[in-house]
């Protein structure tokens, strides 16, 4: 957490009133430096404080986007690139002020392309508007992080979330890029090619490099057909380990799950609460399938038998959209959930990820430690992953509790690092986990740090994420 | 192609000579430098005259590749790292000369964690061995380029082959490296965890760079459940593009085809007269599906009734392991099935990748193209993923046959790229593809520069490479 590490750092304040003065000019009303603007452009669902830019700007397009950048590359003025601000570390924040670029208005699919699966989309769009987009093509593209985050934001961050387990993540399923780099070059990173031995993998370096190497203006994803059949179901247990061993015999057996997500008993009964529903309030599996209608049946009858092993009770099942769509949204709503718990109160996600064989070990400890500690802190998991959110409830006026809950999250990193896991699954390092990284990394941040210096050699790209330079 | 790019650069003499003392003195019999040693570290199934290293070293552990990188760069001498030496686009001359490290002795398996589907090995292990002694376990590793290559090798010039249609590419099934880098520091690019958000994305820039930023000391591999059931098929077409529109049917469907690979008439007559096979001699696909019996059956009579839609012919299927062997070994024979077409001739492997719905056209005109310019050039194709290869028989003797497959190669990178595609989908660039490289990337080659720059200051790592620096 180290959220004494989030300081301000050095202004240029010269080159940043010359960078707005431009701006202005150029983009008028676009150009925007009123307070709440540029509050509302650093914290939406981040626990950390803001550090404001100076002004957001809204480009129409790449072209306008290439001429921000050197405007701003000129002036040696940071650039902070925006997509709809449900990132959760801290990316957005401006510690050394400079430019929010705010891809709202690039949002458009610029092309579909049925007959191979993919389709090319500005950066702006949402998930959801881009499911809404494709849903009279028979197509979808499955990456699901939750929130309704935009593609450039999900591919910045390497998000993932409930169908990872089938679909991959934002790495998976990006194809290629348009980027306009730190000098203020366009280049793409690939083809529509489904593969490539081409050189190297740029598009994997800009996937999840939280806006620190240049600006996204288009993205080609792999796109899916929408399954024959799905079906979902909830499945309680009578511990998170025996609904863990569930997963891990189901992954084992190559069960293609499409979602395998664990609440437990405290997660199952906040959902309960929020949404007026009457699941038992034990740890529970919700799962869904994807098939041909004899498949997924198949797979769900499996999986049944899996979970009756591990002493899992009666399936609640559900193949009707509505029903469906009426479990994963009380699955979705967990982190309102959550605030509910404890009104007032401030969550904090986590977000670690360990090798499936360490999870119910790991989710364990970690539920214990938040007992000892005295700290509220619900789980959710995508346990297919391995990956799972703790969400701390806190109050931040509270110094004895933040100190507790920033003791509680290096504990859970170091737990998960000692299990040959990660620090962060799906939600990135941002300012928040900075710490957590040079714990996890060590070394291998010197490579990251020489390639930033390469790319960006006046670390005007979302300077002071990821990792400190010095 | 461009043989003519294929060059000797400037030698360091004098940091050659040092080196080889030093090392001589280390390692001894494990230093060679004999004529026909050195000769076998450039040249196996390459259709690129060989350049020499001026030694080959046999490390047995990632503390002597440290060392042995640490002599080479003080002494700024070029290192070019080898696994099996089945590389295809003179990935493993020594234009400058230099060490060639070869990973022979480091082919351990140094831990299969069962429970998670993975497994760390080191580089010099080949995927058959490995396959052997993963048979136990009832898991496999599913990347199958055909060659025996080493696993190293393979992550170096991000491989894929048959099974890559289902089960990814090596860049979506290495979880993380060991990598000596071109400064002797040891670094591990990820965890064990199955998926990450923290920082770069190391992993996917090693796997495919070809060793020119490092040199890899071990891989954590992703592993599978060896499937319940396998059926394989062999079904004839009247014509290319039916097959191939059967099987842009096939992924629209969204059929987990495990393989589907399709041989033109040439190489079905080539494979029938290398291995005494009775093929009817007109295109065929190879298809394979994995799964549960029930499901490998549903999706087999999902696809035959595809197929029947293209006029495809009687299907020829085997499940039990020898037929099925025997179908493949058929498949995997068809570079020495070509070798027999024309006896003497060399073969040269192509590797254009295109979205799948130009596929149909992008064969048949390279098809056109061939017979037009009197070449011999059977066509084998992984068309699941839109990749596919024309191995043309030459004589390199003859200077205007060297002339017309250039042309040739050149016309049909070229197609590739005006249909969105690639010049290699699993080849890599190596020496052969600089040029088409240039062709395909342009701008975009300028950060790849500056971040081998970064990494690699003096250009020791397999110098001349994917791409020219100045």
């Known amino acids: 957490m180290g959220l004494s590490d989030i300081v301000a750092g050095p202004r240029n304040e010269e080159g940043i009133s010359a960078a707005v003065g431009v701006l202005k000019q150029r983009y008028g009303d676009r150009l925007n430096t009123g307070q709440s603007m540029r509050e509302q452009h650093t914290h939406t669902t981040t626990y950390i404080p803001g550090q404001l830019p100076d002004a957001v700007v809204f480009p129409e397009n790449a072209g306008e986007v290439k001429d921000i950048v050197r405007i701003c590359a000129d002036h040696k003025v940071p650039i902070i690139p925006f997509g709809a601000g449900t990132s959760l570390e801290g990316h957005l924040n401006a510690p050394n002020g400079g430019i929010s670029i705010d891809t709202a208005h690039m949002n458009r699919v610029l ?34 992080p939750g929130a309704n985050a935009s593609i450039g934001g999900m591919a910045s961050t390497r998000a993932s979330g409930t169908n990872a387990v089938r679909y991959g993540t934002m790495k998976d399923n990006v194809l290629s890029m348009t980027v306009i780099t730190a000098v203020g070059n366009e280049i793409t990173t690939g083809t529509r090619a489904r593969k490539s031995s081409a050189g190297y993998d740029l598009t994997r370096l800009f996937v999840g490099s939280e806006g620190t190497l240049g600006v996204i203006t288009s993205l080609t994803l792999r796109l899916f057909g929408i399954p024959q059949s799905i079906t979902s179901g909830v499945c309680p247990f009578s511990s998170v380990d025996d609904a863990v061993n569930a997963v891990i015999m189901t992954i084992q057996m190559g ?216």
């Not at 949402?126 to 494709?134: A, G």
């Not at 009279?136 to 499955?142: A, E, I, Q, S, V």
């Not at 529970?284 to 899992?312: K, P, S, V």
């Not at 006026?397 to 170091?414: C, H, Y």
């Open 111 to 144: 092309k579909v392309n049925q007959e191979d699966l993919d389709c090319v989309v500005e950066p702006g769009i949402t998930r959801e508007d881009l499911n809404v987009y494709l849903r009279d093509t028979g197509l979808f593209f499955p990456i699901d």
């Open 255 to 470: 069960i293609p799950v499409a979602r395998i997500e664990l609440l437990d008993a405290m997660m199952m009964k906040a959902t309960n609460d929020y949404a007026g529903l009457d699941y038992p309030e034990t740890p529970a599996l919700f799962i869904e399938f994807h098939g041909t209608e004899n498949y997924a049946a198949e797979q769900a009858e499996l999986f049944g038998e899996i979970a009756a092993e591990f002493g899992g009770g009666d399936f609640i099942w559900a193949s009707d959209q509505e029903e469906r769509n009426k479990l994963w949204k009380a699955r979705h709503d967990a982190y309102w959930a959550v605030l509910k718990l404890r009104p007032g109160a401030e969550a904090i996600a986590t977000d670690v990820c360990v090798p499936i064989s360490r999870l119910g070990e790991c989710i364990s400890e970690t539920q214990k430690d938040a007992a000892e500690a005295g700290l509220l802190a619900p789980v959710v998991g995508h346990v297919g992953d391995g990956n799972f959110h703790s969400s701390l409830m806190i109050n931040r006026n509270d110094p004895k509790e933040v100190a507790s809950a920033e003791a509680f999250i290096a504990r859970l990193n170091q737990r998960a690092l000692s299990m040959e896991g990660t620090c962060t699954g799906e939600h990135g390092i941002g300012q928040g986990k900075k710490t957590a990284l040079v714990n996890e990394m060590g070394g291998t941040l010197e490579p990251m740090r020489q390639i930033k210096r390469a790319l960006d050699p006046d670390n005007i790209m979302n300077p002071g994420k990821i990792f400190s330079l010095s």
